[in-house]
């Protein structure tokens, strides 16, 4: 700490602190601190510092005072000119470890560095960043579009294969958001949530937003089930349910509201009631959960119903945003199951047409209901982004994740060849475990050749798209080894700046693809 007060004199930092002069004026500063961290609130400057391991909060006042932070204090004077021209240099200083007691702290004290409801943003990112340290590069992308990101997001299974809790996860958003002196709001999303307790620990945790996951509640066999057993089952429901059913789909089509009129038979109605009404019972009690957590304040709240074996259809869509309406929800987003597939870490698999027509419905029955459609699987989507923005005109939730793990791969590959061998075989022995969780189409992948590879080339591994998915998916099993998960972050923090740039690149394809507006425009 000494060490770096004195470079911090020596280089003028602190005079400037001291004469509240601003410090970007500064050469070498950037070496030191985060530029972008430094900001004053009652006779004191806050900044985020650069050492060798951990970055640390550093609190600066000429009188102590910042008690409320966990850390050490340190009295730095210096004398300066001399005779009449001398003056005393005096500044207190504490040196703040980036715990969770301090995070908490910091969110009082700047609130900016607090997740919020982002309800009525028209586009929102879905940045789940598995290692905790991407966030920055994400800010740096997004704060030059009109886009909300969520940077908090994770959901319960990645927190065990990561180590991780609900409260890591948004402490290191607040550092990163604290770091990079991002003012804009931002969203905290407990992702993937099936039970009450997931919901209640997420909210209590200080997450703004909830994705409902009710698809262990989606009864899929009545979709295929035989008409006698369809019939027996509908009359098994409640007289008065059964008959408001009736009643509001009595015209055998629904109208939505770009004017278009989807037809249906009342076998296909009677089909979607029985598939869906337990789902959205399942949703109605997730959202109870979440407000009892939240104590009255407000949270956003997803619907996930895309874990299925085959697409949404629309009237199933418009049944569940109606189950929704009954019950006096209104959510942000809905994310249905799109004709196509969104595997992990590829571009769209499917007929471009098909989608769009598909998702021009799902569209319209999200604006009749007042909320947004949510792309999961998101990242990496290029062949359809263009079509996602065009036909929600800029209002969608895109989530993505995996994608920030594999840009780290690839600042592995260039910096630390060996190590990434070490990874690919690692994710090659892992991966007939961790394929069991999602949905992908490997056949045979280059990692199985990575001998023949220079170092040189490495990095190209990353465009296969086999190699990608074995990759995207064994993150468990890398994160979840000891001395390889502690190689990984020391890589990552030496090249920190690295992967922060190759997110930036990275997101920014992405956001422009969607066609989301620059700030400027």
């Known amino acids: 700490m000494l060490h ?36 004053k609130k009652e006779k004191k400057w806050y900044a985020l510092l650069k050492f060798d391991e951990n970055d640390m909060l550093g609190v600066f006042g000429e009188r102590a005072g910042a008690a409320a932070f966990e850390g050490k204090e340190v009295r730095f004077q210096r004398g300066e000119g001399t005779g009449e021209r001398r003056k005393d240099f005096r500044l207190c200083v504490r040196f703040c470890p980036l715990s969770h007691e301090n995070a908490a702290f910091l969110r009082e004290v700047f609130t900016f560095t607090s997740p919020s409801s982002l309800y009525g943003t028209a586009a929102t990112f879905g940045a789940g960043d598995r290692l905790g340290i991407a966030s920055s590069g994400i800010i740096r992308a997004a704060r030059h579009y009109r886009v909300s990101p969520v940077l908090a997001q994770q959901s319960v299974r990645e927190l065990a294969l990561t180590g991780r809790n609900f409260v890591q996860v948004l402490d290191d958003a607040t550092w990163a958001v604290f770091r990079e002196g991002y003012e804009r709001p931002w969203g905290a999303d407990g992702d993937h949530l099936k039970n009450d307790d997931e919901v209640t620990r997420a909210i209590t945790a200080g997450y703004t937003m909830i994705t409902a996951d009710v698809s262990e509640s989606i009864n899929e066999h009545f979709l295929h089930e035989q008409t006698r057993n369809l019939q027996v089952a509908f ?10 059913v009736k009643k509001q789909y009595a015209r055998d089509e629904i109208i939505l509201g770009n004017g278009e ?19 959205a019972g399942h949703a109605v009690r997730l959202h109870k959960a979440a407000e009892n957590a939240s104590q009255n304040k407000k ?32 959510p942000i987003s809905v994310a249905p199951h799109f004709a196509g597939e969104f595997q992990k870490g590829i571009d769209y698999i499917g007929d471009e047409m098909e989608f769009e027509n598909s998702l021009r419905l799902h569209a319209a029955v999200a604006r009749e209901f007042g909320y947004k459609l949510s ?5 990496d989507k290029f ?19 995996g994608t920030h793990w594999l840009e780290a791969l690839g600042i592995v590959a260039r ?30 992948s280059v990692l199985d050749s990575l001998d023949g590879i220079p170092d040189a080339r490495l990095a190209d591994v990353l465009s296969d798209p086999c190699a990608r998915q074995v ?17 990984l972050y020391s890589i990552l923090r030496t090249y920190r700046e690295d992967y922060w740039k190759a997110l930036v690149t990275h997101v920014e394809k992405h956001l422009d693809s969607l066609g989301v507006p620059h700030l400027a425009d």
């Open 299 to 330: 949270f956003d709240f997803e619907l996930s119903i895309d874990e299925t074996s085959a697409p949404t259809s629309v009237i199933a869509h418009h049944f569940i945003a109606q189950e929704l309406r009954r019950n006096g929800i209104m």
């Open 261 to 279: 009129r989807v037809g249906f038979t009342q076998e296909e109605l009677l089909r979607v009631v029985l598939a869906y009404r337990d789902a």
């Open 471 to 487: 990759l995207h998916i064994t993150y468990g099993e890398i994160m979840q080894d000891k001395n390889m998960r502690k190689q």
């Open 415 to 444: 910096r630390a060849p060996s190590f990434f061998r070490t990874v690919a075989e690692s994710a090659i022995r892992g991966f007939e475990n961790a394929r069991v969780h999602y949905h992908v189409s490997v056949t045979e």
């Open 235 to 244: 009359a098994g429901l409640d007289f008065d349910y059964r008959n408001a």
């Open 4 to 39: 770096w007060l004195r470079k911090a004199a020596r280089a003028g930092i602190l005079e400037c602190l001291y004469l509240d002069r601003d410090i970007r004026s500064v050469s070498h500063t950037e070496r030191l601190l985060y530029s972008n961290s430094v900001k």
């Open 383 to 401: 062949r359809v982004f263009p079509i996602i923005g065009r036909v929600t005109g800029g209002r969608f939730h895109i989530k993505t994740s």
């Open 375 to 379: 792309v999961h699987s998101g990242s």
